[in-house]
Nanobody, 123 residues
Framework: QVQLVESGGGLVQAGGSLRLSCAAS????????MGWFRQAPGKEREFVSA????????SYANSVKGRFSISRDNAKNTVALQMNSLKPEDTAVYYC????????????????WGQGTQVTVSS
């Protein structure tokens, strides 16, 4: 079992930055690929970014490529999402997710989810 808790969300103006963090429980965190997803009101939950257990493989959605950066610290059981040049369309609840094995970009690939943290970008 893996428990995930996100933090770092908030309200920011367009063009600003936020750093989301996800703290994971469990001694086998380094065995899990980690992902970030987001869900805007009335929309499906969508893939944002993912990172393999050793950070050798990283993937981004086209909509955030060049603006967002994912990283992880296996010693601290944390994964972070640095979000720069934020746009109003980035407004959503952001979820951290974990899956055993290689990275994935679909919701169905992930076994464990956090409760989410709200990110609101004002224009």
């Amino acid at each position: 079992q893996v428990q995930l808790v996100e933090s770092g969300g908030g309200l920011v103006q367009a063009g600003g930055s936020l750093r989301l963090s996800c703290a994971a429980s469990g001694r086998t965190f380094s065995s899990y690929a980690m992902g970030w997803f987001r869900q805007a009101p009335g929309k499906e939950r969508e893939f944002v970014s993912a990172i393999s257990w050793n950070a050798a493989r990283i993937s981004y959605a086209n909509s955030v490529k060049g603006r967002f950066s994912i990283s992880r610290d296996n010693a601290k059981n944390t994964v972070a999402l640095q979000m720069n040049s934020l746009k109003p369309e980035d407004t959503a609840v952001y979820y951290c997710a974990a899956r055993y094995g290689s990275i994935g970009t679909s919701r169905e690939a992930y076994d464990y989810w956090g409760q989410g943290t709200q990110v609101t970008v004002s224009s």
